[in-house]
Structure formats: C-alpha cells, structure tokens
C-alpha cells in the first residue's frame, strides 16, 4: 500500500513538510511550543503536555493498529536496553529540566519567536547530537547494549494479544485524562 | 469553523488528537514514525562537514544517518512554519528572549537563560540520540506502537525533567 508514494522523494519532502507545518500547528495551538507550559508540567502545576500527549497517543494508537491489522502499514519498533533507554532517558530528562522544551516544541518556539529557543536550545541539541555521533563507536560499544530487552514490544513483554493491550491502554490514558479532569488540574 | 485558526490556545485535547491524526498520516503516506531529534544529528553533521567533509564521511554514525535533507528534517523545518503560521494567525507571536516564569524565578538575564537552555539542549541532544528518540519519537509514536524501550525512555524522560524542574525551581 503506497509504496509508490514512499519511493517517490521528491514527494516525500513536500509530504515530511505538510505533516510538520500541521505539527507545529496543533503544539502551538495547544500551547505546548511555550516554555512557561512545559516547566509548569515539569514542576507539576499545569498538566497540558500530559493531557496533549495523552490524546494524541489515544487518537494515534488506536488509528495505527487499526491501518496495522488491515496491512496498511508496517510498525517501527526497536529492541531498547538499560544502557541505551534508562542512561538515554534520564540524559534526556535532564537537559527538559534546563530547556524547557524538546526537540520538536523547541522548533515550535523559535516558529513563535522565542530566541532562547534557537539561540541556547536549537544551538545546544546540535552540539549534543554531534558529540553523540563523534562518542557513538565507544558509546555503542560498552554502554548501549548493557542489558537489552528481550522484546521490542509491551504485548510481546506480557504475553497478550496486541489488541487487548490496545484497549487497555487507551482504558488507561482515559483514565488519566478523567483523574486530572477529578482533581481540576 | 474557520475562527479556530485564529484562537489563540485550542483545547489540549483537540490540539493532541491532530497530533494523533498526523501520526496515521506519517504511517500511510511516509511509512515513518513523527520524530524529530534525527534531524537535529544531520543537521549538525551538514554543519560540521562545511569545515571537514572528510571526517563527516567517515564517520560510522553518519553512515547510518546520512547528513542530507530528507522526509523528517523537512517536518522539523515545517514545525517552525506551522508554529509561526499558528502565532501569527492569533496574534501571539512576539519576540521574547526570556519566558516569563524563568524570569519571575531568576531575574531577565538574558545570557543566564541562554546558558541554561544550551547547557539543557546539549543534554538533550546527547539523551535522545543514546535512546534513539525523542518526546515525539518515543513519547507519541514509540507509545501509540506500544513500544517498550519508548516506555522506559518516557519515563526516564519524565523522572529526571521533573527532578531538575524541581530542584532548579526549588532555589
């Protein structure tokens, strides 16, 4: 299915900037290209890139699986490990802390005039990202493959039909956005 | 209708589920996940190969991840120009050097913010290569697969932005 779309590039840089211009759309729309929004998630007092985060998983998993069950499209999973997702995770977790956005919102912000965004956070993930590639051989080598995940998926990790796990995510996200919803955040 | 495009702020569920909606459009049409931190490595490789080509090339990392324009570096460009288009439609966009709660917290030292969010980003480039993956990438394409490295990155993700959110605001 639209395999011939996916081999035309030409196509797919006009399509890689239409999919973006809706992208930084709907973030700034929803208020997430804002530093003052993503610190206030961060300290735990305003939970708008939860509740972004969350409908868009909601919305996106449940469309995915569906194109993924009638052969529309193919799945890109990896294996991750302790030392490539935890040592990542956290690395990562720590420069949001400092930043106040991440690599997409950080695009958004500049989009809206934020000059912190592209002169210390743009700037930054640059230098980050080109130390990483310099670092990569002896990165890979001893850290990210410590202890690899014996699967690439959570339905594989627990034994259960992929579309029970669905439901009971999006059960699950739901119940999220109803607790925030209870507790008037 | 039309006067959505001009609201400032939509609500966070409406703004997420066009994310959503995006992610099916990335899958069927490009057969890729919404990610953006890729973008930033070839990026900086294009950079670097302005002053030395040949060290770019050889690079093992840059093999993998060729520094040239493709599919996720024009979504990163159109990120910037959706957000403009956005601000601009509903009056918001301005030039600002420093966010309003940083300030309320540590004074308008522009250089202070500067050097904090390039500490930040340096951090974060580093991070979302060595997890492979971003707050799009894993956060909202690696969830909606039910990915599990993209779980514990989220999480990892989550606990040490919120620990150094707080520890920074604490002061």
Redesign the interface.
């Given at each position: 299915?639209?395999t011939k779309?996916?081999a035309n590039e030409r196509l797919?840089?006009?399509?890689?900037?239409?999919?973006?211009?809706?992208?930084?759309?709907?973030?700034?729309?929803?208020?997430?290209?804002?530093?003052?929004t993503i610190?206030?998630q961060?300290?735990?007092t305003d939970f708008?890139v939860v509740?972004?985060?969350?409908?868009?998983?909601?919305?996106?998993?449940i469309?995915?699986h569906v194109?993924k069950s009638l052969n529309?499209?193919?799945?890109?999973?990896?294996?991750?490990?302790i030392g490539?997702?935890?040592?990542?995770?956290?690395?990562?977790?720590?420069?949001?802390?400092?930043?106040?956005?991440?690599?997409?919102?950080?695009?958004?912000?500049?989009?809206?005039?934020?000059?912190?965004?592209l002169?210390?956070?743009?700037?930054?993930?640059?230098?980050?990202?080109?130390?990483?590639?310099?670092f990569?051989?002896a990165?890979?080598d001893k850290i990210?493959s410590i202890g690899q995940?014996p699967?690439?998926?959570?339905?594989?990790?627990i034994h259960l039909p992929?579309w029970i796990?669905?439901l009971v995510?999006v059960a699950g996200l739901f119940g999220v956005?109803w607790f925030l919803q209870i507790l008037g955040l | 209708m039309l006067d959505l495009l001009f609201?400032t702020?939509?609500s966070?569920?409406?703004?997420?589920?066009?994310?959503?909606?995006?992610?099916?459009?990335?899958?069927?049409?490009?057969?890729?996940?919404?990610g953006?931190?890729t973008?930033?490595?070839r990026?900086?490789?294009m950079?670097?190969s302005i002053f030395c080509p040949d060290k770019v090339k050889n690079?093992?990392?840059?093999k993998m991840?060729v520094p040239e324009?493709?599919?996720?570096?024009?979504?990163?460009?159109?990120?910037?120009?959706?957000?403009?288009?956005?601000?601009v439609l509903?009056g918001?966009?301005?030039?600002?050097?420093?966010?309003?709660?940083?300030q309320a917290a540590f004074g308008d030292n522009?250089l202070l913010?500067?050097?904090?969010?390039?500490?930040?980003?340096?951090?974060?480039?580093?991070?979302?290569?060595?997890?492979?993956g971003?707050?799009?990438g894993?956060?909202?394409?690696?969830?909606?697969?039910?990915?599990?490295?993209?779980?514990?990155?989220?999480?990892?993700?989550?606990?040490?932005?919120?620990?150094?959110?707080?520890?920074?605001?604490s002061w």
């Open positions: 299915m639209f779309c996916h797919q840089l006009i399509l890689g900037l239409l999919i973006g211009i809706g992208f930084g759309f709907f973030l700034q729309k929803g208020g997430v290209t804002s530093y003052d610190i206030g961060l300290l735990l708008t509740k972004v985060m969350v409908s868009a998983m909601i919305v996106g998993m469309g995915i194109m529309l499209i193919e799945f890109h999973t990896f294996k991750g490990s490539s997702s935890v040592i990542g995770g956290l690395l990562f977790g720590i420069g949001f802390g400092l930043l106040g956005y991440c690599p997409g919102t950080v695009a958004g912000a500049i989009g809206q005039g934020q000059m912190d965004a002169f210390g956070g743009a700037v930054g993930i640059l230098i980050g990202t080109g130390l990483f590639a310099h990569y051989p990165i890979n990210l995940f699967v690439e998926t959570i339905p594989e990790l992929r796990v669905v995510f956005l | 609201e702020e939509w966070p569920y409406l703004a997420g589920a066009g994310i959503g909606i995006l992610l099916w459009c990335s899958f069927l049409f490009s057969n890729k996940p919404l953006c931190s973008a930033f490595s990026t900086s490789g950079i670097e690079k093992e990392y840059y991840f324009i493709e599919w996720q570096w024009m979504m990163v460009f159109g990120i910037i120009l959706g957000a403009c288009i956005s601000s509903s918001s966009f301005q030039i600002s050097f420093v966010p309003q709660t940083f522009i913010r500067f050097l904090m969010a390039l500490v930040g980003g340096i951090m974060m480039g580093l991070g979302a290569r060595w997890s492979w971003c707050t799009s894993h956060g909202i394409s690696g969830m909606s697969q039910l990915s599990l490295a993209s779980l514990v990155a989220v999480m990892g993700f989550f606990v040490a932005g919120i620990g150094t959110a707080m520890i920074l605001y």
